[in-house]
């Protein structure tokens, strides 16, 4: 089975302070996805990428990045974290091949910046 | 732009008992994808069951069946008989089966089930 490992269930951070969040996947997936889902709000994608170093905004870019210099390895960076980030983050990949459509989630990343 | 809409934010169900949770979407393109998510308490998020819009059967998971209205762009999932396990939130999604920044997931906001013993 496809594994996307986040890692950090749960983190507590202060605000300004800079934030990374790693997911790793272990099914050599071309494409990977960040999301931040928010009670009422549903997934709201943040980045993906569909290869090593390359990179595309979501639906909600702003106040984060993200990295991937690896194939099997996405993390998303908060620069400056703030209030308003404080969220569930969840890491996805899949195939990039046509008609590859089920994504792979991870276990999700709690973040709460005070 | 594409959207999917899910109308009931709580559903309750006794176990054992039959649910339905209602899904709809607006697109204008005629081959696309649909799928239910699953998110457990443990957060989790699982894949329940998909279809694909060219084909006409309803898609069919052990208990979990969907009703695909293409006309009427509803997309609702039932649960027949109950269990305590699926209590969770679930998610509609659509995807684009265009390639590229088109083709990624669009989700709706979640209907919440619990299951009452």
């Known amino acids: 089975d496809v594994k996307v490992t986040q890692s950090s269930r749960y983190l507590v951070k202060r605000t300004g302070e800079k934030v990374f969040l790693e997911c790793v996947q272990d099914m050599d997936h071309e494409n990977m996805f960040w999301y931040r889902q928010d009670p009422g709000l549903g997934l709201r994608l943040i980045y993906f990428?569909?290869?090593?170093?390359?990179?595309e905004k979501g639906d909600i870019p702003e106040g984060y990045s993200v990295s991937r210099e690896k194939k099997e390895r996405f993390s998303l960076i908060l620069e400056s974290a703030s209030t308003n980030q404080t969220s569930m983050y969840l890491c996805?990949?899949?195939?990039?091949?046509?008609?590859?459509?089920?994504?792979?989630f991870g276990a999700g990343s709690r973040l709460t910046v005070l | 732009a594409q959207t999917v809409t899910q109308s009931q934010p709580e559903m309750s169900v006794q176990e054992a008992e039959t649910v339905t949770l209602s899904c709809t979407y607006d697109?204008?393109?005629?081959?696309?994808?649909l799928f239910w998510y699953k998110q457990p308490p443990s957060r989790q998020m699982i894949l329940v069951i998909r279809q694909e819009a060219y084909k006409q059967q309803n898609a069919t998971e052990n208990r979990f069946s969907v009703n695909f209205q293409k006309a009427a762009k509803s997309f609702s999932l039932k649960i027949s008989d109950s269990q305590l396990g699926d209590a969770a939130m679930y998610f509609c999604?659509?995807?684009?089966?265009?390639?590229?920044?088109?083709?990624?997931?669009?989700f709706g906001k979640g209907t919440k089930l619990s299951v009452k013993p």
């Open positions: 697109t204008s393109e005629s081959d696309y994808y």
């Open positions: 990428s569909y290869d090593v170093k390359m990179k």
């Open positions: 996805a990949s899949r195939p990039g091949q046509a008609g590859a459509n089920v994504l792979t």
């Open positions: 999604a659509y995807r684009s089966r265009v390639g590229g920044s088109q083709g990624n997931l669009i």
